[in-house]
């Protein structure tokens, strides 16, 4: 079980009802986008790493492993928004660290919400709720089925790298950069074997091409909800304040 799947079936807020934890996430990633960055997305990402982290309970090491490659491709974004190279060089772009500042603090706001979303939910109760909403049938197994490739990939690509490690290929960087090209040039063959395999498994016990998985539906609590909104407002108010 990945990481992700882990904190998303063991966290505090796991049999919380699927629509108010989707309310506050997509509530918040909505405001982020309709107000002004400053001070909305600050007080957003905020809130919604407040709620992970001290409401459900997921575990900080999880977060930040989730978090690491999303605030580095933010990172890396923000600077090319704010530095031109031009014929004297590199230097600051004429507006850049205000751009570079608000993208960055509306791309915060809705990572911190997206992270919400998914460590604090199973993907099944995802495609569930979003199949009672009418999506169709099809796209929600294509959905399930890319998710599960994704960490069938990561697997792999870890079972590879440690049988690497244990033939001494990390024993210095030449060998090491002659490895990763190994492990690059392998990866997607043999996850896309253990993939047929898979569906050849699945064919072997009568799959038609849906796939039925156990989720829980809980009851809405109207009384969370209700603070649910009522944070929301406040955060609204804010960005109309700051307006």
């Known amino acids: 079980m990945s990481p992700i799947d882990r904190a998303a079936h063991l966290n505090r ?27 909305v997305a600050p007080v957003i990402a905020l809130v919604m790493t407040a709620a992970t982290l001290l409401g459900a309970r997921v575990s900080p090491r999880i977060w930040l492993g989730c978090a690491a490659a999303p605030l580095g491709f933010l990172l890396v974004g923000s600077l090319s928004l704010a530095l031109q190279v031009d014929s004297g060089g590199i230097g600051l772009a004429p507006g850049g660290m205000t751009a570079a500042g608000g993208s960055a603090a509306r791309s915060l706001a809705g990572l911190t919400a997206l992270l919400f979303l998914a460590l604090t939910t199973p993907a099944t109760d995802l495609v569930a709720g979003a199949r009672r909403l009418g999506l169709p049938g099809e796209i929600a197994e294509i959905a399930l089925l890319m998710y599960r490739f994704l960490f069938l990939l990561a697997g792999t690509a870890l079972a590879m790298d440690t049988a690497q490690a244990a033939r001494l290929g990390h024993d210095g960087a030449r060998r090491r950069m002659r490895a990763l090209g190994a492990l690059i040039a392998n990866l997607l063959p043999r996850s896309l074997d253990r993939a047929r395999r898979l569906e050849v498994g699945l064919a072997a016990r009568g799959w038609n091409g849906e796939m039925r998985v156990l989720s829980r539906r809980t009851a809405v609590s109207w009384p969370a909800l209700t603070l649910v909104l009522a944070i929301e407002a406040g955060v609204a108010g804010l960005g109309l304040w700051a307006w």
């Open 13 to 39: 807020w796991r049999s919380r009802s699927l629509t108010e934890k989707s309310v506050l996430a997509l509530g918040m990633m909505a405001l982020a986008l309709v107000f002004p960055p400053f001070p």
